[in-house]
C-alpha cells in the first residue's frame, strides 16, 4: 500500500487530510517535529509528499528542495496563496502540483490518486477488471460481456477504470473530472455527465445493464 506523508503546521487540516486519504486504503504519517522535517522522512519513506508551504522553522520550499536531493518522488504544495508568483516557485523547487486553500477532501484525493497512478503506475495486475459480468480491458480500451464487447472513448475509459477500482464506495463527482482533467483542457459538471450517459449506453450494447449507479448529489458508484 501507498505511504503518504504529510506536512502541515495545521493540526485541524492535519488530520482531517489523514483521515480522508485513510479512508481510500493509503498508510499516512503526518511530521510532528517540523524543525525535522527529513529525518521523519527518511524513516517513514513515503511514496508522496504533501507539503504545506508555510510552516515554521523552515517553509515548504526549503523542504521540497531537501527532499529532491535525496527522492524523485511527487510532491504536491498546499498553499493559502495561489498566486502566480508561488505557483512558479513551487514547480520550480520541484514540486509536482500544487493545491489552494481552502480544498474539497474529495480533490485532494483525487489529484493523490492520479500523481501515484503517474509515478509508479498499478502494474499488470489491474489491467483486467471485472464487476457484474462486465469485464474492462484497460490495455486495449473494450469492455465485453460474453461474446460482446465494445470500445470506449479515452474518458468512457478512465471513467469505468476509476469505478471499478473503487467498487462498493460512491466515487465523488470532482474526483472523475479530476481524472478527465489529466487529458481535457476544460471538463465540467455537464461533461462528466455526458460521459456517463454514453458510457452507460455502450454498456448496454455489451449487454450490462445498471452497472453505474448514481449517488444524487454525491457521485457515482459499482456496487461489489
Known amino acids: 500500500m501507498y505511504r503518504i506523508f504529510v506536512v502541515e503546521d495545521d493540526a485541524v487540516i492535519a488530520g482531517a487530510v489523514c483521515r480522508h486519504l485513510e479512508s481510500w486504503g493509503y498508510t499516512v504519517a503526518c511530521a510532528r517535529r517540523l524543525d525535522q522535517v527529513?529525518?521523519?522522512?527518511?524513516?517513514?519513506?513515503?511514496?508522496?509528499?504533501?507539503?504545506?508551504?508555510?510552516?515554521?522553522?523552515?517553509?515548504?520550499?526549503?523542504?521540497?528542495?531537501?527532499?529532491?536531493?535525496?527522492?524523485?518522488?511527487?510532491?504536491?504544495?498546499?498553499?493559502?496563496?495561489?498566486?502566480?508568483?508561488?505557483?512558479?516557485?513551487?514547480?520550480?523547487?520541484?514540486?509536482?502540483?500544487?493545491?489552494?486553500?481552502?480544498?474539497?477532501?474529495?480533490?485532494?484525493?483525487?489529484?493523490?490518486?492520479?500523481?501515484?497512478?503517474?509515478?509508479?503506475?498499478?502494474?499488470?495486475?489491474?489491467?483486467?477488471?471485472?464487476?457484474?459480468?462486465?469485464?474492462?480491458?484497460?490495455?486495449?480500451?473494450?469492455?465485453?460481456?460474453?461474446?460482446?464487447?465494445?470500445?470506449?472513448?479515452k474518458n468512457e475509459l478512465r471513467i469505468l477504470q476509476m469505478l471499478l477500482e473503487h467498487r462498493g464506495q460512491v466515487v465523488p463527482r470532482e474526483a472523475l473530472m479530476t481524472r478527465l482533467w489529466e487529458s481535457d483542457s476544460f471538463v465540467d459538471e455537464n461533461t462528466l455527465t455526458v460521459n456517463v450517459t454514453r458510457l452507460r449506453r455502450k454498456l448496454a450494447e455489451a449487454g450490462v445493464c445498471d452497472l453505474i449507479h448514481t449517488r444524487k448529489g454525491v457521485g457515482y458508484l459499482v456496487e461489489g
Open 38 to 153: 527529513m529525518g521523519e522522512f527518511a524513516a517513514f519513506d513515503p511514496h508522496l509528499v504533501i507539503l504545506d508551504i508555510s510552516l515554521p522553522f523552515f517553509n515548504g520550499y526549503h523542504w521540497c528542495t531537501q527532499m529532491r536531493k535525496v527522492s524523485r518522488l511527487p510532491i504536491l504544495f498546499l498553499t493559502s496563496a495561489a498566486d502566480s508568483a508561488n505557483i512558479v516557485m513551487a514547480m520550480q523547487m520541484g514540486g509536482d502540483d500544487l493545491l489552494a486553500k481552502p480544498f474539497a477532501l474529495t480533490v485532494l484525493a483525487a489529484k493523490v490518486q492520479a500523481m501515484l497512478r503517474r509515478a509508479y503506475d498499478f502494474g499488470p495486475a489491474n489491467r483486467l477488471l471485472e464487476c457484474g459480468g462486465a469485464v474492462l480491458d484497460v490495455d486495449s480500451g473494450t469492455v465485453s460481456a460474453g461474446t460482446l464487447r465494445v470500445e470506449l472513448s
